[in-house]
C-alpha cells in the first residue's frame, strides 16, 4: 500500500503571499509526483508533475521532491483569489499503472 | 478537442437499481480509471484498466464491475445501487510513456442512491 499524506487543511493566506503545500509518501520505491488543482464542484486539472530530486518552476508555481525526506511540496507565489482550491498530490510509481492520491488540502486566498 | 467525456452528469437512482456509467477518451491512452470522490476521503480508486482487455480492482471494488469495451470506452456498472454509494465518480485516463504518465479527468458524474 503506497501512502499518500497531506494536511486536510484549511489553509489560509492573504492575497500576494506564498503558499506551502505539502505531502508526504511512504514507499521509496521510485516514481513520478503530480499536484492536481479542483475547483469545488470540478474535476481535479494538473498543475505540475515532477520526477527528480530539486525544484521545478511553472510560472507562479514551483514543486520540490525530497525523495531521501519523502516529500513533495508546491509552493504558489504572489497567490491569487483565483488559486483558491483543494490541492491534490498524487504519485505514479515507474513501474505500474495506478496513481495513489492524497486525500486533498484545501487553500483559501483573502483578498 | 473532447478529452474524457462521461456520462450521466447526473443520476438519481433507488436502492436496487442498476445504472451504467459512460466514459470515452479521444486521446489514444492506453490506461483508464474509475474514481470515485466522497468528503474527506479523496479520490478512491474503484477499478482501472492498463490497456485494451485488461481491468484490474482499486481500492475500492465491492459493487462495481467495469468493462473496457474497447481502447476508447471504459464504463463502470452498478449492478444493485446502494445509499454507500452515492458520490462523484470520475473517469480518467493516462498515455504513459515510459515512466511518464499524467492522468487526464472527465467532468464527473454526481450518484445519488436514495
Known amino acids: 500500500q503506497k501512502e499518500v499524506e497531506q494536511n486536510s487543511g484549511p489553509l489560509s493566506v492573504p492575497e500576494g503571499a506564498i503558499a506551502s503545500l505539502n505531502c508526504t509518501y511512504s514507499d521509496r520505491v521510485s516514481q513520478s509526483f503530480f499536484w492536481y488543482r479542483q475547483y469545488s464542484g470540478k474535476s481535479p486539472e494538473l498543475i505540475m508533475s515532477i520526477y527528480s530530486n530539486g525544484d521545478k518552476e511553472d510560472g507562479r508555481f514551483t514543486a520540490q521532491l525530497n525523495k531521501a525526506s519523502q516529500y513533495v511540496s508546491l509552493l504558489i507565489r504572489d497567490s491569487q483569489p483565483s488559486d483558491s482550491a483543494t490541492y491534490l498530490c498524487a504519485l505514479l510509481p515507474n513501474t505500474g499503472n495506478q496513481f495513489y492520491f492524497g486525500t486533498g488540502t484545501s487553500l483559501t486566498v483573502i483578498p | 478537442n473532447a478529452g474524457v467525456t462521461q456520462t450521466p452528469k447526473f443520476q438519481v437512482l433507488k436502492t436496487g437499481q442498476s445504472m451504467t456509467l459512460q466514459c470515452a477518451q479521444d486521446?489514444?491512452?492506453?490506461?483508464m480509471y474509475w474514481y470515485r470522490q466522497d468528503p474527506g476521503m479523496g479520490l478512491r480508486l474503484i477499478y482501472y484498466s492498463a490497456s485494451e482487455g485488461t481491468t484490474d480492482k482499486g481500492e475500492v471494488p465491492n459493487g462495481y464491475n467495469v468493462s473496457r469495451l474497447n481502447k476508447r470506452e471504459f464504463s463502470l456498472r452498478l449492478e444493485s445501487a446502494a445509499p454507500s454509494q452515492t458520490s462523484v465518480y470520475f473517469c480518467?485516463?493516462?498515455?504513459?510513456?515510459?515512466?511518464?504518465?499524467?492522468?487526464?479527468f472527465g467532468e464527473g458524474s454526481r450518484l445519488t442512491v436514495l
Open positions: 486521446m489514444n491512452h492506453n490506461s
Open positions: 480518467a485516463s493516462s498515455g504513459r510513456q515510459g515512466w511518464v504518465g499524467e492522468l487526464f
